[in-house]
């Protein structure tokens, strides 16, 4: 065996271990949900179930309780659903247009604007929660699925920006002044020429806030009501919902179904992920 070949072997050895505990825990939510009361009882974590059984997935989806709430997971997936969709497209769009700005329309103090900006990169989203729940109630969005689509807009804002700015600066200006001496104006420069050159970042910003607001927690039991909280809260609720058995196999269930529509965005789309980062690393 050569310096080569034992080399290989050892990368992966370390990445199939890597991999194995990554896994693990998926495995044994995945094999629990399928398992009943008596499997999971008699039986032990890494054990497989006798059987498909979707009783557990049925419960979680529609009967399971949430506190007083038995209704199961659904409505608290469709209140995600409805508040995601909107709010990844809007923090997305409006990104695009303050990174197209900051960087190819540049005005006095741009710079400097495009500092406070990365402000909101770093900032915990803790020492916000006052000042917008009082900006949510002067707005009279509180408690609300709006409310949330806003609070997420603005709380995207500034990785938006920072990933369409630092994108946008590669672009040859050459292009935009070419543009500009045809008589084309701001937007018409935007939509012909710069975002079907933005392919890359806007696969990788809609996967990336996706990803963020669906599985917020913070913002969701912060400012939701009872008829707009997310799923994440949802999960939360039946996870503590206390009974005289513990249903292990129906709360590995409700885990999966919340966390599903992020595993699916990876994997349809993972592939145009990392083609985005690698372009914006080789342009950066």
Known sequence: MNAKTLSRLVVYTVLGVAA???????YVMLVTSF?????????????????LN??????????ACTGVDCRGLKPYFMNSVMMAVPAVLISTAWGAVNGYVLSMWKFRGSDLLFGFILFGVFMPFQVVLLPMSQVLGFLGLSSSIAGLVLVHCLAG????????????TAIPRELVNAARMDGAGFWRIFVRIVIPMSTP????????????IWNDFLFGVAFSGADSKPITVGLNNMANTTSSVKSYNVDMAAAIIAGLPTMLVYVLAGQYFVKGLTAGAVKG
Do not use: C
């Open 157 to 168: 804002m500034a990785g938006t920006t920072l990933f369409f700015r630092n994108y946008y």
């Open 20 to 26: 194995f505990f990554f896994l693990a825990p998926l």
């Open 201 to 212: 970042i806007l696969m990788v910003t809609l996967i990336w806030q996706f990803t963020n």
């Open 54 to 63: 979707f009783e557990s997935w049925t419960l979680a989806w529609s009967t």
């Open 35 to 51: 398992k009943d009361a008596e499997q999971i009882r008699s039986g032990n974590l890494l054990s497989l179930p006798h059987g």
